[in-house]
């Protein structure tokens, strides 16, 4: 079975930093493209960014809005990604979700996805 | 970055009800749109990819067809259990980017 699992959210002030972290199992990790989907209180999702496979060059892509303080790793030895936040804003307040991402959109869309992981930024 | 416009943002219907929502891109997107529906709580699950797919494991009644900029989900007889918020994505180029979402209720 497959499955993803967050942890790291929690009570951070802003401009402070916090780390998640997405656990895979039940599938070749280092195969996936890794997307972080977030969700603020009461609103639509937002995608966040994503990590290509180590083979498809390990790159990375970020929405405007989180680019240059957000940064998306992966240790494929440990079947995780990584999602470090620096800078922290009040507006990035929401549960943050990560979800496999296709690398052909013809076949699949987000189909798999954590449980997800509340960050709440606040003084 | 492509704007996805859905509407209506919330509709109320019974079971057994034929419901549609529509999803509008701000420019072509080719086939390249997906729907999920969320519940409220739980992550979201994908029904429908590539405008038209039926992911596996989805029941027939939900479908999906459009191209270009416009595109429909349609749940052909409602069930219980499909009472939840349906939003598009588009996967034509980053930043995907998602719908506002369509929260189906109770009448």
């Known amino acids: 079975e497959v499955q993803l699992v967050e942890s790291g959210g929690g009570l951070v002030k802003p401009g402070g930093s916090l780390r998640l972290s997405c656990a895979g199992s039940?599938?070749?990790?280092?195969?996936?493209?890794i997307s972080w989907v977030r969700q603020a209180p009461g609103k639509g999702l937002e995608w966040v960014g994503r990590?290509?496979?180590?083979?498809?060059?390990?790159?990375?892509d970020y929405a405007a809005p989180v680019e240059g303080r957000f940064t998306i790793s992966r240790d494929d030895s440990k079947n995780t990604v990584y999602l470090q936040m620096n800078s922290l804003k009040t507006e990035d307040t929401a549960v943050y979700y990560c979800t496999t991402e296709p690398n052909n959109w013809n076949y699949a869309g987000f189909d798999f996805w954590g449980q997800g992981t509340l960050v709440s930024v606040s003084s | 970055d492509i704007q996805m416009t859905q509407s209506p943002s919330s509709l109320s219907a019974s079971v057994g009800d034929r419901v549609t929502i529509t999803c509008r891109a701000s420019q072509s997107i080719s086939k390249y749109l997906n729907w999920y529906q969320q519940k409220p709580g739980k992550a979201p699950k994908v029904l429908i990819y590539?405008?038209?797919s039926l992911q596996s494991g989805v029941p027939s009644r939900f479908s999906g067809s459009g191209s270009g900029t416009d595109f429909t989900l349609t749940i052909s007889s409602l069930h219980p259990e499909d009472f939840a918020t349906y939003c598009c994505?588009?996967?034509?180029?980053?930043?995907?980017?998602f719908g506002q979402g369509t929260k189906v209720e109770i009448k």
């Open positions: 590539a405008a038209s």
């Open positions: 994505q588009q996967s034509y180029s980053t930043p995907w980017t």
């Open positions: 990590i290509k496979t180590k083979t498809d060059g390990g790159t990375t």
């Open positions: 039940g599938f070749t990790f280092s195969n996936a493209w």
